[in-house]
């Protein structure tokens, strides 16, 4: 039974050290499920070979957190598997058989449970991030409240294939500063990576602009083609966008008049 009681302390700290570690890469850029994902698989020690993963190991933050989750994750199994066996080895009575069983399944049931919970996912995350802010050398940066990644506005990756209305302009000739779109980076086929381009940056067939706007928009620029429709789409975009603006400023006079004494 102590075996048993043993193997779901694992389980806890195993659940614990890759949230942990969810947070932690989290909080240096990567999305909440790319980071959940790099550290269950860095954990368990499945080591997905994806360019994602690329990423992760070429970022020296990251590579720590890794490292250190195959390390943690090759002792946890290794002692979860030992407690496992020895828990079900010289086991005398039927009736003791029963209740090891039982609390083995519906010990895992209910860490299962706790680990699904976005309740408690929240407010772990949340005491993680302070600690994690408090106790390490970590840079704990809230990217998607310093982008206000929610409502309308996303971070999206657009590639630019052949007859795409962005191929061979350059960043100033497109105007998409004008639509609401802003640029952030260019990746070129190659794989370098132009961040923050110039209104002179030119964007070439096959390459992948990072761009940052409402998510109607967003959609609607990748699938824009060249020639009389995409210009006419630009031209919308860039008188909503001015109606748009037009309306938050009078709104804005209007609140500042209505607070004013």
Sequence with gaps: MLSI???????????LVTRIATVALTHTGLSRESARFQARSA????????????NVVNHPLRRKILMLLMLLGNAGVITAVSSLIVSFVNVE??????????????????????????????HLSNLIA????????????????????????QISEVHIS??????????????????????????RSEGTYLGAPDKETKVLKDDTIIVYGKAGLLEKLCSRGSGRNGNQEHERNITDEKLTKSIEKREDHKSCGSSSP
């Design 130 to 153: 302070r600690g994690l802010k408090s106790f390490t050398s970590i840079n704990i940066q809230d990217y998607s409240s310093m982008l206000r990644l929610a409502g309308d506005f």
């Design 5 to 15: 009681i043993s193997l779901l302390i694992v389980l806890t700290l195993s659940i």
């Design 43 to 54: 954990f368990t020690g499945v080591g997905f070979t994806t360019s994602e993963s690329e």
């Design 162 to 187: 052949s007859g795409h209305w962005l191929e061979n302009r350059t960043i100033g000739s497109a105007a998409l500063r004008q639509e609401g779109i802003t640029v952030l980076g260019v990746e």
């Design 93 to 122: 009575g039927s009736v003791i058989l029963f209740w090891q069983i039982f609390l083995l399944v519906s010990g895992t049931i209910g860490l299962w449970a706790v680990a699904s919970s976005s309740w408690i996912d929240r």
